[in-house]
């Protein structure tokens, strides 16, 4: 069987059940989200740390639950990544527009900026696209009654994630003008 060559990358990868710390590996020029959104049903992660579920980085030691040297993840099941390499749009940037979105998974949520088809609806880009995108400039904001949806300063920033827009349990567009001052990472 051909293999092509493979550049490792490291990746925390979340799902709802665990967080899991390891080696990714990528096609040269390819992203996070061309190898997520390929058809094959696992992700091969290698040098896997495997710990509790959460979302606070870096876990404590007690939450270790597994190190194997290799580990096939369920693709279906990986929520966002952090790690590996943003994917390259496929088409002229002046068809593409960014926007600010928000993406809820429990008790906190992912804000950053996503590329979209230029003029397209979110609604009608959300059910026809790839699960997996590159959200870049993104923030993890944690979600509480007592603050506003988004508070100014995220729990951890990153230069892009990449997200499964189906397991997202909803997402949150960027208001207009006029706009609730508690939704304060839109401006």
Do not use: C
Request: cysteine-free; hydrophobic content about 40%.
């Amino acid at each position: 069987m051909y293999r092509s060559p493979r550049e490792a990358h490291e990746a925390r990868i979340y799902t709802g059940a665990y967080r899991v710390y390891g080696m990714i590996h990528l096609v040269p020029g390819a992203g996070t989200a061309d190898l997520l959104n390929q058809e094959r049903p696992y992700l091969p992660v290698t040098g896997a740390l495997v710990y509790a579920p959460g979302f606070r980085h870096p876990p404590e030691a007690r939450e270790l639950k597994a190190s194997v040297n290799f580990l096939a993840l369920r693709k279906e099941r990986v929520q966002w990544v952090a790690g590996g390499r943003p994917a390259e749009p496929r088409t002229s940037p002046a068809l593409l527009e960014r926007r600010r979105l928000a993406f809820l998974f429990g008790d906190y949520l992912l804000a950053g900026e996503l590329l979209l088809p230029r003029g397209v609806r979110l609604s009608d880009f959300l059910s026809q696209a790839k699960p997996f995108q590159t959200l870049k400039e993104a923030g993890l904001h944690l979600l509480a009654p007592d603050r506003p949806l988004v508070d100014p300063d995220p729990l951890e920033r990153f230069p892009f994630l990449t997200v499964n827009l189906r397991l997202a349990e909803g997402v949150v567009e960027a208001p207009g003008e006029a706009s609730d001052p508690r939704l304060t990472l839109f401006g």
